[in-house]
């Protein structure tokens, strides 16, 4: 599948912003989904997944009760809300589909090793 995230910019600390993207290629309703970032000079990171019906959801610590994931697969797309944003919060988010090669049933996925199809990410700067 391919993935088009957009929604990145610049922010003040407690500021919000709302992360987009849409997938093409193969049907995204099949696919848990997720969404990672990394910050400048980090690792990749787990952020949030939900599963491909949307039922189920799941969250790194740090963004419980500051995110929230959902999809719109009549859309095509997976969303991302930002609230509460902290300067920790700074690096660029990547969407990412489970590979369909992987029965996860209706379960949201957090091991990056399943995901196998990856956005070009779009850059979250939180200033303080």
């Known amino acids: 599948v391919q993935l088009q995230a957009s929604g990145g910019g610049l922010v003040q600390s407690g500021g919000s912003l709302n992360l987009s993207c849409v997938a093409s290629?193969?049907?995204?309703?099949?696919?848990?989904m997720g969404w990672f970032r990394q910050a400048p000079g980090k690792g990749r990171e787990y952020v949030a997944s939900i599963s491909k019906t949307g039922r189920n959801t799941r969250y790194e610590d740090s963004v419980k009760g500051r995110f929230t994931i959902s999809r719109d697969n009549a859309k095509n797309t997976l969303h991302l809300k930002m609230r509460s944003l902290r300067p920790g919060d700074t690096a660029v988010y990547y969407c990412a589909a489970v590979g369909d090669r992987y029965y996860v049933g209706d379960s949201a996925i957090r091991t990056e090793s399943y995901f196998t199809d990856w956005g070009q990410g779009t850059l979250v700067t939180v200033s303080s």
């Open positions: 290629g193969r049907t995204f309703s099949d696919s848990p």
